[in-house]
C-alpha cells in the first residue's frame, strides 16, 4: 500500500525528474494517500476496458517510469486509461468509484473517497493534459 500518491501530467523527462520528490512544483498534481495505486489503476483500466486485471498485469502495466530501492515508484497511466477518464461523463465515474470502493473493501476506501480520488484525477487529466504529456503517479 503506498502512504503518499500524487497524480500528475509531464512529459517523460518530466516524470523521471520527480523519482527523489515527486513532482515539480511547477507541475500540478493531486496528492492521495492510504491506497495501492497500481492496482488502482489496474482495477481502473480494467473496468473501464474490460479486460482482465490479469492480462493487464501480464501486458505489463502500468508502465513503470522509475523506481528507488526506497520504495519511491513513477507509473505511466495508459493512453487507452487516461482516454477513457477523460471521456467518462459524472455518473461512469461515480459507477466506477463505487465498484472501486466495493472491490477495495479490505483497504477501506469509502465510496466518497473514492469518488473524490476519480473526480478530481479526471479533472487533472481533462485540464492539464496537453500534446506530447503524459499523467504518472508518483506513490512512496
Known sequence: ??????????????????????PDSSL?????????????????????????FE????????EVVEESDE????????DSLVD???RASAS??????SWWASEEKARKIEPVIAASILRRLVELIRE?????MFVYCWTS
Do not use: C, H, Y
Open 92 to 97: 461512469q465515474i461515480l459507477d466506477l468509484a
Open 55 to 62: 492480462s493487464l498485469v501480464e501486458s505489463d502495466l502500468p
Open 28 to 52: 500540478r498534481s493531486i496528492t492521495f494517500g492510504n491506497f495501492d495505486a497500481e492496482e488502482a489503476i489496474l482495477d481502473w483500466e480494467s473496468r473501464l476496458s474490460g479486460v482482465p
Open 128 to 132: 492539464e493534459r496537453r500534446s506530447g
Open 71 to 78: 520504495g519511491v515508484l513513477v507509473l505511466k497511466l495508459s
Open 1 to 22: 500500500m503506498s502512504n503518499i500518491v500524487k497524480f500528475f501530467v509531464a512529459t517523460n523527462n518530466g516524470a523521471i525528474d520527480s523519482l527523489r520528490v515527486g
Open 84 to 86: 477513457s477518464l477523460g
